[in-house]
């Protein structure tokens, strides 16, 4: 069960990895993004989605929830930006962190 768990985080982190290293919707030739904003990336997708995987694996309830608050204002960002497009899923994926430690206390109760 923790694998599949472990399926937004890791949808988070490829997904960041693409928006800021291999963007389809940046022209060719062109850097993507700028130092600034890739550490920004970094800061605010990456490692509160490392947080994730490493609450799922702790069960720490607390962790999760302060990813999720820390990811969701540029999830919410970059999923709303540009409808329809590949960084919607940033909508999805964050939203699941939101769902898991629900999830995981109603399997607890039976």
Same mark, same amino acid.
């Given at each position: 069960?923790?694998?599949?768990?472990?399926?937004?985080? $890791?949808? &988070? #982190? %490829?997904? @960041?990895?693409?928006f800021?290293?291999?963007?389809?919707? /940046?022209?060719?030739?062109?850097?993507? !993004?700028? $130092?600034? &904003? #890739? %550490?920004? @990336?970094?800061?605010?997708?990456?490692?509160?989605?490392? /947080?994730?995987a490493?609450?799922?694996? !702790?069960?720490?309830?607390?962790?999760?929830?302060?990813?999720?608050?820390?990811?969701?204002?540029?999830?919410?960002?970059?999923?709303?930006?540009?409808?329809?497009s590949?960084?919607?899923?940033?909508?999805?994926?964050?939203?699941?962190?939101?769902?898991?430690?629900?999830?995981?206390?109603?399997?607890?109760?039976?």
């Amino acid at each position: 069960m923790r694998l599949v768990l472990l399926l937004a985080p $890791a949808g &988070t #982190i %490829a997904l @960041a990895l693409m928006f800021m290293y291999a963007n389809p919707y /940046a022209e060719h030739g062109v850097s993507p !993004l700028n $130092a600034s &904003t #890739i %550490a920004i @990336a970094y800061l605010l997708l990456i490692l509160p989605a490392l /947080a994730v995987a490493a609450s799922i694996v !702790l069960r720490s309830r607390r962790l999760k929830w302060l990813s999720f608050c820390a990811s969701l204002p540029v999830g919410l960002y970059l999923g709303l930006a540009g409808v329809p497009s590949l960084w919607t899923l940033f909508l999805l994926f964050i939203g699941l962190y939101a769902f898991i430690p629900v999830y995981r206390s109603t399997l607890r109760k039976g």
